[in-house]
C-alpha cells in the first residue's frame, strides 16, 4: 500500500477540491491527456472555465506559465484555488524568483508558508472541507 500511498491521497486531495467546487456551484471534467491540466472547472451559469492543476501546497513552476492554469493546493487547513501567473507575480515581489530554485529548477514552493503569503492569497481562498461536510451531514438529515 506504500508504494500506491501518493496516489490515494492525490485521490482524495481531488476528491475533497471538487466537493469543495461542486458547492460553489461548479462541475468538473477530467482530461483524457494530462498536458499539466488535472481537472477542469466549469460553472454553468456564469461561464467561469478554471483548468486546475493539483498539488499538495503552494507551488510554482515556469511549465504553468501563460497557460491560464490555476493552481489548487492547501494551506493553513483551508483550500486555496488561484492563478498560477497571480502567485508568479506574488513571487516576484517575495524575491521568490531570485532563488537557486526558481532559476536553476524553473519551479518553487512553500511547504511552510509564511502569514504573508496566507494574507496574500485570502481572495482565492475556497474554504475548508469540513463545512461542506457538515452541510452535506444537515441536509442528509432533514432528508431522512
Known sequence: ???????????????TVISLALDQGFNA???VYDGGVDFILHRERDGVLRKVQLKGRWTIDRKYLDRDIWMVFPMA???????HD?????AEAEGVTNT????AGGGYSKPKPSAATITACAE??????ERVVD???????QAG
Open 135 to 141: 452541510i452535506a451531514g444537515h441536509e442528509a438529515e
Open 1 to 15: 500500500m506504500s508504494q500506491y500511498r501518493s496516489q490515494v491521497r492525490e485521490v482524495i486531495n481531488r476528491n
Open 124 to 129: 482565492y481562498r475556497m474554504g475548508a472541507i
Open 77 to 83: 487547513g483551508e483550500w486555496y484555488l488561484m492563478p
Open 100 to 103: 537557486a530554485s526558481w532559476i
Open 86 to 90: 497571480v502567485m508568479v507575480a506574488q
Open 29 to 31: 471534467f477530467l482530461p
